[in-house]
């Protein structure tokens, strides 16, 4: 499989919405990342290859939504009531199939370029 590629970010004012996209080959489960300046990368919500399993983070819980489509080899992240702490560049990771979704981004080696996303005050 080739490296994910990342769109949908932008610029919004804080209580607005975005819906980030990540096109990667092969039906496999795929992490939503996210690093902001000075620090670590870190997971934000997961899906299971075969749409039976998410995973997300505490901070997102209730305002961020996984999905995807297999058809489209798409995952999408839906991210509602936007904060300015959820302000970084957001990257997609694609794992193997499997029951378990691996959150340390330490285990995945193909990264995109990632999708900038920036939350004003």
């Known amino acids: 499989q080739g490296q994910p590629v990342e769109s949908g970010g932008g610029l919004v004012q804080a209580g607005g919405a975005l819906n980030l996209s990540c096109v990667a080959s092969?039906?496999?489960?795929i992490v939503w990342f996210r690093q902001a300046p000075g620090k670590e990368r870190s997971s934000v919500a997961g899906?299971?290859?075969?749409?039976?399993?998410?995973y997300y983070a505490d901070s997102v819980k209730g305002r961020f939504t996984i999905s995807r489509d297999n058809a489209k080899s798409t995952v999408y992240l839906q991210m509602n009531l936007l904060k300015p702490e959820d302000s970084a560049v957001y990257y997609c990771?694609?794992?193997?199939?499997?029951?378990?979704?691996?959150?340390?981004?330490?285990?995945?080696?193909?990264w995109g370029r990632g999708t900038q996303v920036t939350v004003s005050s």
């Open positions: 990771a694609a794992g193997v199939r499997g029951l378990r979704i691996v959150t340390n981004w330490k285990a995945y080696t193909d």
């Open positions: 092969g039906a496999n489960n």
């Open positions: 899906i299971r290859w075969n749409d039976d399993g998410t």
